[in-house]
């Protein structure tokens, strides 16, 4: 800077001068107090550095470091630095530490600080930097460390980066470079540490010359677009102790010397096309962490890994290994992680592990060994999980496990265990997921569960016995699978208190007595199956308060009309052989009810029913037709009846609304009603109002809920939720108004060709393809609205029907989001006689009994996606929001592949196709849209693909939270960055 500094006040300088007795002020001290007062006042004074003061020594100032009297380290991370760095920070003339990390500082590599001819440490990370490094960085020839990382940097890095031969440390990762890295860092001789992690390099192999950094010990090129085999020379790079080039393209083997390693005590080669044996790890017996996960490894796990005894990381899952576990490695010392699921091992698991080191993960599923579990799993009591699914284990849960307060997850499905369960295991405070189905225990249920146990699943076994009374202590159950085992007595009332139950399937056992009317008020329950008991007496009026997605009562001893609610043909296969069950309408081909029950004798009775079905359908739509059309033509005659509850400032009145409610004005209709977009004023103004089917008069609770629901989500603003203005109500309607979005839904810009023929209202655009950028900030926007909705309000509230048709569109491609649970509550009520009501969301929805089965061997697989992201959640209980985030994770795959949720056949949605796809090992880009043909983005892509598969794991526990899901989505979208 040109501009001098002002002079003091003599007054301050005299005081100054007073208050420092005897040492003479050296002129060095008094030239760099006055060059960092300056910088202070360029950077804008941060608060955290007002201490910077004319009356100590800037020796003694925070931040700032002297040696032999003279500043030489100025460290200003995290101050909330906004301006560029002045220029004048190299007039501190024996600056070698600068450290401007975690600030918002704008604009290009600061070349300025070439003058800072001293500089030996520079950190630069988490700024706002932009551009790319420019060619003549060598210039900073001192330098022992660059830390660029987390930085929006792009282009090539500059081959000349190859000349700051004195650097140890290099670290680009996380920011935006899309060009190529230079082989010229293989010059670096010095190099210890080298992270370019997170970038998106062009595909590129990995340079030989890397194999001269003889002195590197961490390298880090996790997902940086690498291709090729690994050379084998990097088995001569002797100091490498952190080898990780996981989520990359490599292939073919692991250079059979890498394990050899004196030093590698971690290597991690997750997710790449490697493919060959595990080398024999001589030298390397003390590795720490081995993570290759997900390759092609195939022949069997080597010998040496029993005589490792520094190993505390241990990851082989997904690969094709086969043979036993190797001899003594259940009495290495500090091993943690076991993981070795979904490959092709055998023989029998290693007796002692657990018992000579600190197990946390235990994870064997999808293999075949045989014989039993070891005894000691949790002998340290740090156990937190057994996953030994699908395995041909038999034998005793070990008593020990009964006894193990760590655990979260015990999943042993799928095997031959037989003997009763460790009491103490039902009641473990911690455990969230007890998956025990397919297997021969047999015992009574306990009274008493753990109570964070939200899912237990032990079908298909020799459970008997009463379902006791106290089980509403069980009250953090969400799922309950029990069918196919010998229960017997009634089911208990108090299983009203199981509020948070979405799954009830007790079929095929023995259970007797009335359906307790306390079902009908399980407020999330979505699937009940209770059929192949001995039920008798009649359905309670009340289960029709639910929104169920399937239910089956069929062959019980139940009698009496079915509620109406139910006489639809969504249920067409509930209610099957009870002999006693009747209906109003012929359509589930249930006895009329006002008649005898008949003797179905007939041959023909199926097709005269059919024949009836038809004509009632036909006459019931054509009256609905002429009744719907006659009222619409009325327009608002009964404007007295119409009443208007405001939200906001309105420039209408309820008249101007429900006059324009006409053929012309509608723009789409769907399952829960039809919408329709109205000029509001003559400067073009328009609103969507969605006028709600509901012909049945809503009892006088469900309006309280109504009207409060209304209100509270009337009152939320947020740029992500679609403005409710106003909602209009009389006795039998109700009108929604909402600010109108000019690019009206996401699913008409994704599907929209596909669904031409059926949707109503201008097309045409609708060939216009979302390039990937737009798709992710509507990623990003939706994930906003969702997040706030459960993470912010309170009571936190779930939409319940995310899907992409309920994710509009501003006129900037700005997403919202709609309908918040409103169109639901209410057509729960008055629902027409049609699949689409009730199917019309079908794909969204959480996996139901079938699905779910095919989903659950993978869900553990699961782990290796997002690496640590994931095996974080999967241990933790929390479930209620997890329904919202299974449909966002659908709109992700939607968003990803262009395909519509409910696109395969009837028992195939999106989610389990993707699954499918990817539990098949096929490549990602294979599914992705066609139409988007954007190959910069892949890796983005790519990700979102993962973090979908996630948002639709089975496990609710192991879906993220929304606002995990936020964060991951932010922090891999190139735009916003950081912050
Ligand atoms: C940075 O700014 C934020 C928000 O204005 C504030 O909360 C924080 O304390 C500031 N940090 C420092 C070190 O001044
Ligand atoms: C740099 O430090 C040396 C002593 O280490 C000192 O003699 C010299 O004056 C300092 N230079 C400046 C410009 O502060
Ligand atoms: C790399 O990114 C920058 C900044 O986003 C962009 O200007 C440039 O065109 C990109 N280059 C390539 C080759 O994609």
Redesign the pocket.
């Known amino acids: 800077m040109s501009k001098l500094p002002q002079p003091f006040p003599e007054v301050l300088l005299l005081l100054f001068l007073i208050s420092i007795p005897f040492n003479v002020i050296s002129e060095t001290i008094e030239t760099e107090r006055t060059v960092l007062l300056n910088l202070k006042q360029q950077l804008g004074n ?3 550095i007002q201490l910077w003061n004319v009356s100590s020594s800037p020796c003694s100032w925070p931040g700032i470091k002297c040696t032999d009297g003279s500043v030489t380290s100025v460290s200003l991370q ?3 630095i906004t301006s560029e760095i002045p220029p004048s920070i190299c007039k501190l003339k024996n600056l070698t530490f600068l450290d401007l990390s975690d600030n918002f500082i704008p604009g290009h590599f600061p070349t300025l600080l070439y003058n800072c001819s001293k500089l030996q440490h520079l950190n630069l990370s988490l700024n706002y930097f932009i551009g790319s490094v420019p060619g003549d960085i060598y210039q900073l020839s001192t330098l022992v460390y660059l830390d660029l990382s987390d930085n929006n940097f792009s282009g090539n890095i500059p081959p000349s980066i190859g000349g700051l031969r004195a650097l140890k440390e290099l670290r680009l990762q996380y920011n935006e470079f899309n060009g190529t890295f230079p082989k010229e860092i293989g010059n670096l001789s010095k190099l210890e540490l080298l992270w370019m992690a997170y970038n998106g390099f062009v595909q590129m192999n990995i340079p030989d010359m890397f194999t001269q950094l003889k002195k590197l010990k961490y390298l880090w090129m996790t997902a940086t677009n690498l291709i090729g085999k690994i050379p084998e020379g990097f088995a001569n790079l002797s100091s490498l102790e952190w080898f990780d080039m996981s989520k990359n393209n490599l292939e073919g083997p692991i250079p059979s010397r890498l394990l050899m390693l004196k030093n590698l005590t971690n290597l991690y080669l997750f997710n790449n096309e490697l493919s060959g044996k595990i080398p024999r790890p001589v030298e390397a017996l003390n590795l720490v962490e081995i993570d290759l996960c997900r390759n092609n490894l195939t022949g069997t796990i080597p010998g040496e890994f029993g005589m490792m005894q520094n190993l505390v990381f241990f990851n082989l899952m997904s690969n094709q290994l086969t043979g036993e576990i190797p001899a003594g490695m259940d009495q290495l010392p500090v091993l943690k992680v076991f993981r070795i699921f979904a490959n092709k091992l055998s023989g029998v698991l290693p007796p002692e592990l657990g018992l000579h080191s600190k197990l946390e993960y235990f994870e064997v599923c999808d293999n075949q060994f045989t014989g039993q579990l070891p005894e000691n799993l949790c002998a340290y009591r740090v156990l937190l999980g057994v996953v030994a699914f699908s395995n041909n284990l038999s034998g005793h849960i070990p008593a020990s496990l009964g006894n193990c307060s760590t655990l979260r997850t015990v999943q042993l499905y799928n095997n031959q265990f037989s003997g009763e369960i460790p009491p103490g295991l039902w009641t473990t405070f911690d455990l969230s997921v007890l998956l025990l189905s397919n297997n021969s225990f047999s015992g009574e249920l306990p009274s008493q569960l753990g109570r964070n146990l939200s899912m237990v699943k032990i079908s298909k076994n020799k459970f008997s016995g009463n379902i006791p009374v106290g089980i509403g202590s069980w009250s953090s159950l969400t799922v309950f699978e029990a069918n196919g085992n010998q229960l017997s007595g009634e089911l208990p009332s108090d299983i009203a208190s199981w509020k948070s139950l979405n799954t009830l399937d007790l079929s095929g056992n023995k259970l007797s007595g009335q359906i307790p009317a306390a079902i009908g008020s399980l407020p999330d329950l979505l699937n009940l199956d209770l059929s192949e008991n001995q039920f008798s007496g009649k359905i309670p009026d009340n289960l029709a308060n639910l929104r169920l997605t399937s239910l089956n009562l069929s062959s019980n001893k139940l009698y009496g009309q079915i509620p109406d609610e139910f006489d639809n043909l969504a249920y067409e296969n509930s209610f099957l052989n009870n002999s006693n069950l009747c209906a109003d309408t012929p359509i589930l081909n249930l006895p009329d009810c006002s008649s005898k029950p008949r003797k179905l004798t007939s041959k023909y009775l199926p097709l005269i029913l059919s024949l009836a079905v038809f004509i009632v359908i036909v006459t019931v739509s054509l009256i609905l037709f002429v009744m719907i059309d006659y009222r619409s033509k009325k327009r608002g005659g009964d404007l007295a009846t119409w009443k208007l509850t405001s939200f906001h400032r309105l420039d209408f009145t309820e008249e101007n609304i429900v006059s324009r409610l006409t053929e012309s004005n509608l723009i789409g209709s769907g399952g829960s009603g039809k919408v329709y977009k109205i000029a509001i004023n003559e400067s073009g103004g328009f609103v969507a109002v969605k006028r709600i089917w509901n012909n049945k008069k809503l009892d006088g609770k469900l309006k309280k809920e109504f009207i409060a629901e209304v209100e509270i989500l009337g009152s939320i603003r947020h740029a992500n939720i679609v403005k409710l203005l106003c909602c209009i109500s009389s006795e039998n309607s109700k009108l929604l108004v909402y600010e109108f979005m000019e690019n009206q839904s996401l699913d008409r810009w994704l599907h929209g060709k596909k669904k031409r023929s059926t949707t109503i209202g201008t097309n045409s655009i609708y060939h216009i393809v979302l390039d990937w950028p737009t798709r992710m900030r509507i990623a990003i926007g939706a994930a906003q609205g969702l997040c706030y909705m459960h993470h912010d309000c309170c009571p936190p509230i779930i939409h319940r029907d995310v899907k992409s048709s309920n994710i509009l569109l501003d006129s900037e491609f700005k997403a919202r989001i709609a309908d918040f649970g409103l169109a639901k509550m209410l057509t729960r009520q008055g629902e027409p006689h049609t699949m689409s009501a009730v199917a019309g969301t079908f794909g969204y929805f959480a996996p139901g009994k079938i699905n779910r089965e095919f989903y659950g061997s993978f869900v553990v697989k699961s782990i290796c996606l997002l690496d640590l992201y994931i095996a974080e959640y999967a241990y933790t209980t929390k479930v209620n929001e997890k329904f919202d985030v299974y449909s966002f994770g659908v709109v992700l795959l939607e968003l990803v592949t262009g395909r519509e949720a409910n696109c395969g056949d009837e028992h195939t949605n999106l989610a389990q196709w993707a699954w499918r796809h990817y539990t098949e090992g096929r490549p990602e880009v294979e599914i992705f849209d066609p139409e988007i043909n954007d190959p910069c983005h892949l890796e983005e892509m790519t990700l979102v693909y993962k973090l979908g598969l996630i948002c639709t794991s089975t496990l609710p526990s192991s879906r993220p939270s929304m606002k995990e899901v936020l964060l991951f989505l932010q922090r891999h979208s190139r735009h916003p960055k950081k912050k």
């Open positions: 941060p608060p955290a995290d101050m909330n």
